[in-house]
């Protein structure tokens, strides 16, 4: 776990016109999608996607940028600690769930089937 204490700094104004930015240039590229049709398709989407990457681009400029990439930073170094298991091992317990899967759904149709017989002689009265 991080110990490092939790210090939240806000850009003030200049980080909002980066937020502003940001949007304007991810905006630009799907207005780009949108507004230029006699392009050929793959053109138009390399304009979202290259409006998209600037738009993020100019957002990790920002306070909550780089609160994102120290989250992500720190998430890769838990995910390093992660033990995974083998391949044996998550077929071994795949197994095991679906066979307790399968035995619960035939309890639950068994209570099922009980259910409806006492409902039908308690209707037929």
């Known amino acids: 776990m991080n110990s490092k204490a939790e210090q939240h700094k ?3 104004a200049g980080d909002i ?3 502003a930015l940001a949007l304007l240039l991810a905006a630009g590229g799907v207005f780009a999608y949108l507004w230029f049709e006699n ?6 989407s390399g304009a979202v996607v290259v409006g998209l990457l600037a738009g993020a681009a100019v957002f990790m400029l920002t306070a909550k940028g780089a609160q994102t990439r120290e989250f992500l930073s720190e998430s890769r170094f838990e ?4 033990v995974w298991p083998t ?3 998550a077929l071994k317990t795949t197994w095991v769930v679906m066979i307790a ?11 099922d089937w009980v259910i409806q017989a006492a ?7």
Request: aromatic share 10%; net charge positive; hydrophobic share 45%.
């Open 39 to 44: 392009w050929s398709g793959p053109l138009r």
């Open 79 to 82: 995910l390093r600690k992660v």
């Open 10 to 12: 806000s850009g003030g």
């Open 17 to 19: 016109v980066k937020y």
């Open 119 to 125: 409902v039908k002689f308690l209707l037929s009265r």
């Open 87 to 89: 391949r044996e091992e």
């Open 101 to 111: 899967v399968a035995i619960l759904s035939l309890i639950l149709s068994g209570f």
